[in-house]
């Protein structure tokens, strides 16, 4: 009988309470299918996101993603997903378009974070704050 290695995982933090955040991250996929996509709600405490905190990183303001021990914020998270996403489906095919090459993805991140806030506002919900921000700190 030959056992199947156990697969590493590759991290996606992300405000699961962010409706569009929320749509991303589900239909993000991965391509290599020795590794598996891990979703963590950034709203529950986790060693991940201490590990997010304790780096300094806003997860107000940039998703997370964790790839061979490296974390990738914001835009950087979002061009690395889509150098992993496979070709198929219109979803990846949609952010391959969009984020494969960096500074697509340095230009769009700021509007597509700028959204996030906009949509969360309207929502009424609150913000993460894992840094222990004031809310002057924000403006």
Same mark, same amino acid.
């Given at each position: 009988?030959?056992?199947?290695?156990?697969?590493?995982?590759?991290?996606?933090?992300?405000?699961?309470?962010?409706?569009?955040?929320?749509?991303?991250?589900?239909?993000?996929?991965?391509?290599?299918?020795?590794?598996?996509?891990?979703?963590?709600?950034?709203?529950?405490?986790?060693?991940?996101?201490?590990?997010?905190?304790?780096?300094?990183?806003?997860?107000?303001?940039?998703?997370?993603?964790?790839?061979?021990?490296?974390?990738?914020?914001?835009?950087?998270?979002?061009?690395?997903? $889509? /150098?992993?996403?496979?070709? &198929? #489906?219109?979803? %990846?095919? @949609?952010?391959?378009?969009?984020?494969?090459?960096?500074?697509?993805?340095? $230009? /769009?991140?700021?509007?597509? &974070? #700028?959204?996030? %806030?906009? @949509?969360?506002k309207v929502l009424r919900k609150t913000k993460i704050n894992n840094l222990g921000r004031s809310r002057n700190d924000y403006f």
């Amino acid at each position: 009988m030959i056992d199947n290695p156990p697969k590493s995982t590759i991290d996606l933090v992300y405000d699961h309470q962010c409706p569009a955040c929320d749509f991303y991250c589900r239909h993000a996929e991965i391509a290599d299918a020795t590794r598996e996509l891990k979703r963590i709600d950034a709203r529950e405490p986790s060693p991940i996101m201490e590990e997010i905190t304790r780096a300094g990183l806003d997860i107000d303001q940039g998703m997370v993603l964790k790839k061979d021990g490296m974390l990738y914020y914001g835009s950087d998270a979002i061009h690395q997903l $889509a /150098l992993l996403a496979p070709r &198929r #489906g219109i979803f %990846n095919r @949609l952010s391959r378009t969009l984020f494969a090459r960096r500074p697509a993805a340095h $230009a /769009l991140y700021p509007v597509l &974070r #700028g959204g996030r %806030n906009l @949509l969360l506002k309207v929502l009424r919900k609150t913000k993460i704050n894992n840094l222990g921000r004031s809310r002057n700190d924000y403006f």
